[in-house]
């Protein structure tokens, strides 16, 4: 397998892992849209990244995500909703043992990808680390975090593990993937739909807690059926700690409503209550929290699928 690591959607986190696999010396290449974008980057001189007060740049190399040539292993760092899409443009470049890590928010666009590419390995990714584009094709590293990598489907770890340590990409291989992913969007649909309606930061909850609560005690049965019983402990607990943890900050859901662009609810909040559909699970709180996002997005003339 060829050890160059291919980053599709260099976009705040996509940027993070480029840079600092290209600082450790690893092979990278971003694939990016179409020529324009190709030509915007180049005129840029490549990606910059800032952590604290020092900044570097790193001329990788990029190219268009139609260009020839074979991919064996591949970042997908898009959003949910571009997932499937970016993936479906260089699904006929992928190698016959094509690695895919899918760094997505939320579920369901993870199986639409390995739908697309039943040939190649998808894995899984959960991340809490924080970075954001102070302008194209310049990421700031805002918050350290942690990445928890998994494949639902095969336990073996692959061989190129190693290097994530060697880029200081703090990762963890874990059997539980889904476990973590779970919990997470459980997390999310408890914290960011509320912080949009109640336009607050995470800290303004703490005047809601009757209501997160609610949707916690709906979320853990959700949980519980889903066959996700480890994700479902101490929930409530968890939130709480999230929004006292994180108080000053604006959940990634408000900040895109702010800025008017396309959320993730359809891969959060709207696959939780798509769940629990399937599973027969009564979630009342969940479903008018999300009938009550989907009429705020739609005021502000914003999707909701």
């Given at each position: 397998?060829?050890?160059?690591?291919?980053?599709?959607?260099p976009g705040?986190?996509?940027?993070?892992?480029?840079?600092?696999?290209?600082?450790a010396?690893k092979?990278?290449?971003?694939?990016?849209?179409?020529?324009?974008?190709?030509?915007a980057?180049r005129?840029?001189?490549?990606?910059?990244?800032?952590?604290?007060?020092?900044?570097?740049?790193?001329?990788?190399?990029?190219q268009?995500?139609?260009?020839?040539?074979?991919?064996?292993?591949?970042?997908v760092?898009?959003?949910?909703?571009?997932?499937?899409?970016?993936?479906?443009c260089?699904?006929?470049?992928?190698?016959?043992?094509?690695q895919?890590?899918?760094?997505?928010?939320?579920?369901?666009?993870?199986?639409?990808?390995?739908?697309?590419?039943p040939?190649?390995?998808?894995?899984?990714?959960?991340?809490?680390?924080?970075?954001y584009?102070?302008?194209?094709?310049?990421?700031r590293?805002?918050?350290?975090g942690?990445n928890?990598?998994g494949?639902?489907l095969?336990?073996a770890?692959?061989?190129?593990?190693?290097?994530?340590?060697d880029?200081g990409?703090?990762?963890?291989?874990?059997?539980d993937?889904?476990?973590?992913?779970?919990?997470k969007?459980?997390?999310?649909?408890?914290?960011?739909?509320?912080?949009v309606l109640?336009d607050?930061a995470?800290g303004g909850?703490?005047?809601?807690?009757?209501?997160?609560?609610?949707?916690?005690?709906e979320?853990?049965?959700?949980?519980?059926?889903?066959?996700?019983?480890q994700?479902?402990?101490?929930?409530?607990?968890?939130?709480?700690w999230?929004?006292?943890?994180?108080?000053?900050?604006?959940?990634?859901m408000y900040?895109?409503?702010?800025?008017?662009?396309r959320?993730e609810?359809?891969?959060l909040?709207?696959?939780a209550?798509?769940?629990?559909?399937?599973?027969a699970?009564a979630t009342?709180?969940?479903?008018?929290l999300?009938?009550?996002?989907?009429?705020?997005?739609?005021?502000?003339?914003?999707?909701?699928?």
């Amino acid at each position: 397998m060829s050890s160059t690591w291919h980053i599709l959607g260099p976009g705040s986190l996509g940027s993070l892992w480029a840079c600092r696999l290209a600082r450790a010396g690893k092979a990278v290449q971003l694939l990016l849209r179409d020529h324009q974008r190709l030509a915007a980057y180049r005129a840029a001189g490549g990606l910059t990244l800032v952590e604290a007060q020092q900044t570097t740049s790193f001329a990788i190399p990029a190219q268009c995500c139609d260009d020839s040539g074979p991919i064996h292993r591949v970042l997908v760092a898009c959003k949910a909703y571009d997932a499937a899409a970016a993936v479906a443009c260089i699904a006929p470049r992928l190698a016959s043992d094509a690695q895919l890590i899918l760094l997505q928010n939320g579920l369901g666009s993870q199986d639409e990808v390995a739908a697309l590419v039943p040939q190649a390995r998808c894995i899984f990714a959960s991340s809490t680390e924080g970075a954001y584009r102070e302008q194209d094709w310049q990421v700031r590293f805002a918050g350290q975090g942690f990445n928890w990598l998994g494949d639902p489907l095969n336990p073996a770890q692959p061989d190129w593990f190693g290097d994530l340590q060697d880029a200081g990409i703090p990762a963890e291989w874990t059997v539980d993937i889904l476990t973590r992913l779970w919990r997470k969007l459980a997390l999310n649909c408890a914290i960011n739909p509320l912080t949009v309606l109640h336009d607050c930061a995470n800290g303004g909850l703490l005047g809601h807690l009757d209501a997160i609560d609610s949707l916690c005690r709906e979320l853990g049965e959700l949980l519980e059926q889903a066959g996700q019983p480890q994700a479902a402990q101490d929930l409530a607990e968890d939130v709480q700690w999230v929004i006292l943890a994180t108080a000053a900050n604006y959940s990634s859901m408000y900040q895109d409503v702010q800025a008017g662009r396309r959320t993730e609810v359809h891969y959060l909040l709207g696959y939780a209550c798509r769940v629990a559909k399937r599973h027969a699970v009564a979630t009342p709180a969940l479903e008018r929290l999300h009938q009550r996002l989907v009429d705020k997005l739609q005021a502000r003339n914003l999707p909701c699928d």
